[in-house]
């Protein structure tokens, strides 16, 4: 097998599994993100044909893999400084992730948590509006994301006292991914809210 055919066959499934993992999350399929993965594959396995370089595969997927998913990279650097308490610095690289030219799903795996992020900086008000604006933009939303802009506006209405409203954001949860993470933190809630006394 020729060495820009292995680039092309490569390339090819990388578009094909990333697709159908997205398929099988009920998550967008991303136009861009298969546009960017042709043209690179097809630049690659171009310069390997006309030059003659050969260079590792696993180097080559590496590199499609960063250019690709580069939004979904930055966000999770952001969650992982969130994480640490380093609130501004998320802020920052969330900022950045919504300027490398994100993918509509990438966009929106942006919002979402720069809605969060907000929720943690003590911001309730601006992160009800903006999981709000989120959750009725018409965006497309997987039902793991869907949960967690539910669950967090429910967590911003608390923070405000709005307990009939934090109800129905959790009740929202367990409808849109029952036995999710956030549907098992849904139903604590709602515990807790409801027999406060036995927890």
């Not at 993992?21 to 546009?35: G, K, Q, W």
């Not at 966000?75 to 030219?101: H, N, T």
Request: glycine share 6%.
């Amino acid at each position: 097998m020729s060495h820009p055919f292995l680039i092309l066959l490569l390339g090819f499934l990388y578009a094909v599994l990333f697709g159908f993992v997205s398929l099988l999350r009920r998550d967008a399929l991303s136009v861009r993100f298969a546009v960017e993965s042709i043209l690179i594959t097809l630049t690659a396995a171009a310069l390997s044909y006309f030059t003659g370089t050969e260079y590792n595969p696993v180097f080559f997927l590496a590199v499609l893999y960063l250019i690709t998913m580069r939004v979904r990279f930055i966000v999770d650097i952001g969650i992982f400084l969130a994480g640490q308490g380093k609130l501004e610095s998320a802020s920052k690289v969330f900022e950045f992730g919504m300027k490398i030219f994100p993918d509509a799903p990438g966009r929106t795996l942006v919002r979402l948590n720069q809605a969060i992020l907000l929720l943690h900086r003590g911001r309730a008000d601006e992160s009800i509006e903006a999981l709000k604006e989120l959750l009725t933009s018409g965006e497309h939303l997987s039902p793991k994301n869907e949960s967690a802009a539910h669950y967090n506006l429910a967590l911003a209405y608390l923070k405000k006292n709005q307990e009939s409203k934090a109800i129905d954001e959790l009740n929202a949860v367990l409808s849109t991914h029952p036995g999710s993470i956030y549907a098992r933190r849904a139903e604590t809630r709602l515990a807790s809210l409801q027999n406060p006394k036995k927890l």
